[in-house]
C-alpha cells in the first residue's frame, strides 16, 4: 500500500489506518463505501461527477469506524463525549472489550480500564483529541494526545 499523487479519495472502513492518515496529511478526500454505491447509481443515470457536492454527505466522518469508551470522567463529561463520538460517526461503550474498543477516553494512567487497555494495546487518550478532531473536521494523529506512565525516577547515567 503505497500512497501515491494518483490517488483522488480514500474509500475508509475506520479512520485509526496509515492510509487514512496519509490522506489527511495530503488533503485527499476520504469518503465512505456508501459513497461508491451512490456515485455509481448516479452515473448509471445521469453524467456525473465522483466530486459533485451531492455526494458530500459520504464524507467519512470523524469518528468513522471506531468505538470508544471512557474512564476516570465525571456522569456529565461522559455523556458530553458519548454524544461527540456518536454525532460523528462513532460509537460509544461503557464497556471497555479486548476485541472491540478502539480507544479508551481517560484523564490518568491508572485504574483498571487503563490497565486492560494498555495490556490489550488500546490507545488511551485525553478528552481533548475528541474535541479538537471534531474541531479540525478529521480524526487527529493520536500521539500528542496518549496518556502513559510516566516514569518518576531519576535517569541514572
Partial sequence: GVFHD???HLIAGNVISDKYKAAIDTETPVMTKEWVREVWKAASRD????????FLQYKCPVFYGLTVTCSQLSKNDKNLL???IESHGGSYTPELTMDATDI????SA???KYSHALKWKIPCLKPDWVFNSVDKGYALPM???KITRQSNKASTP
Avoid at 47 to 54: G, I, L, Y
Avoid at 104 to 107: F, H, R
Fill in 6 to 8: 494518483g490517488i483522488t
Fill in 47 to 54: 453524467n456525473v461527477m465522483a466530486t459533485d457536492p451531492k
Fill in 82 to 84: 458519548k454524544k461527540k
Fill in 104 to 107: 479508551l477516553i481517560c484523564v
Fill in 110 to 112: 491508572d485504574g483498571p
Fill in 143 to 145: 500521539d500528542e494526545y
